[in-house]
């Protein structure tokens, strides 16, 4: 494994031990990583393990763009779409690996990091033979479909000595960092009343070219798993990183039964957190919304919708407009996220913080299901 920057040497053991459960949730000031730093000589190496349209049409792109990771290899179950890849991004046909292949990534120097972007079930098994690989794992969002297989995961990526980070773009992006500082620093007080709300249509279109998102097993569940979890990152981003005490929940009704037999339509959610302040939530797959709000005694800030879209999410404060670098969210991330590791940083967004989501997720499940409060546990 070379990751480490020529003339600095930094074992991946020694990566893994900056990121204790609580010190990878510690806030760290924060900057626009992929934006102000030199580039180092040596741009590490991603695998995508899943082309699918994540893969296509963003990540791939933008690792054409980044300045300090390059596409090196792929794993997929379509040689013929590894051959294609290969042959578009240039790197050789030996860095093409099948899902039953890819243990011999472990012999394979051109590949330092393992970027999983399969549906949310598989995301356990893949990080897994990605880190027993002896890679450097990015996991895609959400997690896992349940904080077991967040704990299988951690588990084993701390026993390989990899780096576990999931692929929570907004935290490159550089509105969403100011939101972190603005929280950090108590500029208008602690956030105390939160609102936010994310989705999309699931129409015909959408239904054709995604047909896992609808199935229990391999989505682990509807909006909630899919969009919402930018929502919960978003609270939890206003509430520096806390995880909150307690949940409420309520499934919305399901106007079309024929799509939505195995996950739920729509969703909304409150979280309880232990100063007192409460975030009301809601996911959607039968509505396009995108919105986002902290109140604070002394001031307030919202993204201008879509906030959590791919586009530039505007951050507006009671002190007014801000004014941040439009920035590719994925090429921020991933180069943020290689910087970290040349550079032997915590991660802006550890394993732990996947973990934490996906307890708040089951708990609001649990809360959906059963009418109750539910308490989270961590
Ligand atoms: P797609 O369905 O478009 O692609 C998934 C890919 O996974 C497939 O193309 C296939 O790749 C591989 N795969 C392996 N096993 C299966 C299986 N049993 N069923 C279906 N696909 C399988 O999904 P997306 O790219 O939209 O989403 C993938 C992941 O990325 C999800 O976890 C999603 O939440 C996340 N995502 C994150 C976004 C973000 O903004 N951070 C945005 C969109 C998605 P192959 O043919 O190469 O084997």
Redesign the pocket.
Known sequence: MKTARPGNPVSRRRFIGHLSAAAALTMLPRRSLALDTPTPKKKLGVALL??????EY?LGPALRKTRHCQLTG?V???RE?GERWAHTYGFPSKNIYS?DTMGGLAGNPDIDFVYV????Q??AQHCIAAAKAGKHVIC???MATSAADCDAILAACRSAGVRLTV???LHYEPHNIELCRLAREKVFGPFMKIEGANGFDMDDDARA??V?RLDKK?AGGGPLM?MGVYVIQAVCMAKVEASPIAVTAKFGPVTRPEVFSEVEESISWAMEFADGAVARCRSSYGERVSTFRAEAEHGWARFEEPAFY?DEPFLTTSLGPTNFPKVN?QVAQLDGMALELLEGRPSLAPGEMGRRDIAITDAIYAAAKSGQRVQVLS
Do not use: C, F, I
């Not at 899943?50 to 893969?55: E, P």
């Not at 972007?117 to 949310?120: D, L, R, S, Y």
């Open positions: 899943g082309l699918g349209r994540y893969s963003e792929v997929t179950g379509s779409k899902y972007v399969t549906p949310n598989l995301h895609e969002k959400p692929g929570y773009r070219s995604t896992w391999l899919d791919y969210h």
